[in-house]
């Protein structure tokens, strides 16, 4: 049973971690969002990979979702004393992932294997593959211009409207011989409860990623998502306001006429239990439960139940 | 008046302290051995440049003598934990001064320019000067072979006999502007009471650098020493034994007579009293005082009777 999500951030590595203590080892593979990603410093930081990574290996600071857990901010006042611009501030033992994947992608090395490297080096029994090798960065662009997505999400709290998303470079960005294999073995494929415009859009945007997908479901192989907005608003971050002022609706529905194309079922919160006939007007099955996550039994159960919802669709299908 | 010191880490850094309560803002320049400096995880480290500026900021950690004060070892810890090397344990804040260091050398600035502005950063009133813009590495031979210098110094403790030192590069170095530039307008050149061989050995090795010293006493500088070593002992670190096995001798002679055609004079601790006789048949001057740096006061004393020493014997001249 290979299963793999695609991921954005602290909700998709909520469900990630789910899904591997529903699975067994070497089951579970991620393919995380990379068009977040910033070089600090002189540092690679890889936000999305970094939740995905430290909540997987357990490591991750529950209260604020991302970073690892007691990490301290020794080296950020001293870059701060130095003058140095600090608004995204990384934290000391965080500050090790980057070194080491800046230091091993300098000597050469691929960055699927460099993050594969540093997920062996925590003894994860999941992969998380970077959803492309080539640098693809997200842009908006609010009223007074076009911003890097780091300095509109972290720097500027998420305060501009957004009126135009581009993802910078993903004409040259592949698909991966790891992303291939992975889409090519799996038994299902899960769209993680994550932004759909900013953290699956990257994903979905890497030429040729669309017709693997299309090529799976042709084999048979289920494909679902989980609602990241549940009564209207989103769980955490800006994709509630992000759609609206994209035109999009801000809902489960809005998001199902998103993925539509792609999908064979969308989980729903039960809030949203009104929404499933819609939703299943456009031709994707619906599962009402309960989506938000507040502990490892919320986020092990809401797995499985998504996993039992992409079997039977299979089985039926 | 413009003072110029030669050091290494911490017993220069010492000096260069007292010298700097000595002196005004502006009045002193460091010029600091770059052969110690290693690449770790990706950063250049500057371990000697790195002490004094933290010395000379009063940042500096004064049980160890290096690092900063109070500084926490976060980052070293996550860097274990994903198996990376860590003989060569950095520091959370110490981190910050590499982080940046490496990003400004990467953008492509030059060192002496990298390093002027980190010493901005933290406000010193003083100026550091890298020996040379070009990578020069200290290695010693061993029984074992050759050993890269902080692989004996650190990861082996100093414990293997050194039958031979190397400054690999040291024929590609050049005398930087900036250290030409306090050298020529120098009143007085103070050789701080670091280790003869390789601290202060690969700053006279640099070509050109004896040379103009050689103008500057030409021109009527005096050039004084402080010997590191007191009663046959190097206060810190492995100069005695460096001395002996490679055939000098382990005292403040041995000193003397390695930097006698240099120098007008040398200051002798009152353990080595005896030795003055010798050393004034080298044709040196020789001061005999309290040379152990205990604490500030300690370090202003002996900064202020080398400058007047060295002004004796720039008048007596």
Same mark, same amino acid.
């Given at each position: 049973? $290979?299963? %793999?999500?695609?991921?954005?951030? =602290?909700?998709?590595?909520?469900?990630? $971690?789910?899904?591997?203590?529903?699975?067994?080892?070497g089951?579970?593979? =991620?393919? %995380?969002?990379t068009?977040?990603?910033?070089?600090?410093h002189?540092l690679?930081?890889?936000?999305?990979?970094?939740? /995905?990574?430290y909540?997987?290996?357990g490591?991750? !600071?529950?209260?604020?979702?991302?970073?690892?857990?007691? *990490?301290?901010?020794?080296?950020?006042a001293?870059?701060?004393?130095?003058?140095a611009?600090?608004?995204?501030?990384?934290?000391?033992?965080?500050?090790?992932?980057?070194?080491?994947?800046?230091?091993r992608?300098?000597?050469?090395?691929?960055? +699927?294997? %460099?993050?594969?490297?540093?997920? !062996?080096?925590?003894?994860?029994?999941?992969r998380i593959?970077?959803?492309?090798?080539?640098? %693809?960065?997200?842009? /908006?662009?609010? !009223?007074?211009?076009?911003l890097?997505?780091?300095d509109?999400? =972290?720097?500027q709290?998420?305060?501009?409207?957004v009126?135009?998303?581009?993802?910078?470079?993903?004409?040259?960005a592949?698909v991966?011989?790891e992303?291939?294999?992975?889409?090519? +073995?799996?038994?299902?494929?899960?769209?993680?409860?994550?932004?759909?415009?900013?953290s699956?859009?990257?994903?979905?945007?890497?030429?040729?990623?669309?017709?693997?997908? @299309?090529?799976?479901? !042709?084999?048979? /192989?289920?494909?679902?998502?989980?609602?990241p907005? =549940?009564?209207?608003? &989103?769980?955490?971050?800006?994709?509630?306001?992000?759609?609206a002022?994209?035109?999009?609706?801000?809902?489960?529905?809005?998001v199902?006429?998103?993925y539509? *194309?792609?999908?064979?079922?969308?989980?729903?919160?039960?809030?949203?239990? &009104?929404?499933?006939?819609?939703?299943e007007?456009? @031709?994707?099955?619906?599962? /009402?439960?309960? +989506?938000?996550?507040? *502990?490892?039994?919320?986020?092990?159960?809401?797995?499985?139940?998504?996993?039992?919802?992409?079997?039977?669709?299979?089985?039926?299908?």
């Amino acid at each position: 049973m $290979h299963v %793999v999500t695609l991921a954005g951030g =602290v909700g998709g590595a909520k469900l990630a $971690h789910g899904l591997q203590r529903t699975l067994g080892a070497g089951e579970l593979t =991620v393919i %995380v969002n990379t068009a977040d990603d910033l070089e600090l410093h002189g540092l690679l930081v890889m936000p999305d990979h970094d939740t /995905v990574l430290y909540t997987l290996a357990g490591l991750a !600071d529950r209260e604020q979702g991302w970073g690892l857990s007691g *990490d301290t901010y020794v080296a950020a006042a001293m870059l701060e004393r130095y003058g140095a611009p600090t608004w995204f501030r990384l934290g000391d033992g965080d500050l090790a992932t980057h070194l080491l994947r800046t230091a091993r992608r300098r000597g050469g090395e691929r960055l +699927t294997a %460099v993050c594969l490297g540093l997920q !062996d080096g925590l003894g994860l029994p999941s992969r998380i593959l970077p959803m492309c090798e080539e640098p %693809v960065r997200t842009q /908006v662009r609010s !009223d007074e211009g076009w911003l890097e997505f780091q300095d509109y999400f =972290v720097r500027q709290h998420q305060a501009p409207e957004v009126r135009e998303i581009a993802f910078a470079g993903i004409e040259a960005a592949q698909v991966t011989l790891e992303v291939a294999a992975a889409l090519g +073995t799996a038994a299902a494929v899960v769209f993680a409860p994550s932004n759909p415009l900013v953290s699956l859009g990257p994903i979905l945007a890497v030429p040729g990623l669309r017709a693997m997908l @299309g090529e799976a479901r !042709d084999r048979g /192989v289920p494909i679902v998502a989980v609602s990241p907005i =549940v009564g209207g608003r &989103a769980l955490r971050g800006p994709a509630d306001r992000m759609l609206a002022s994209l035109g999009h609706e801000a809902s489960a529905l809005g998001v199902a006429r998103l993925y539509a *194309d792609l999908l064979d079922g969308l989980v729903l919160d039960r809030e949203d239990e &009104a929404l499933g006939p819609a939703v299943e007007a456009l @031709g994707l099955h619906a599962l /009402v439960t309960d +989506t938000i996550m507040r *502990d490892d039994a919320d986020r092990a159960r809401l797995a499985r139940e998504t996993l039992d919802f992409a079997a039977d669709l299979a089985a039926g299908g």
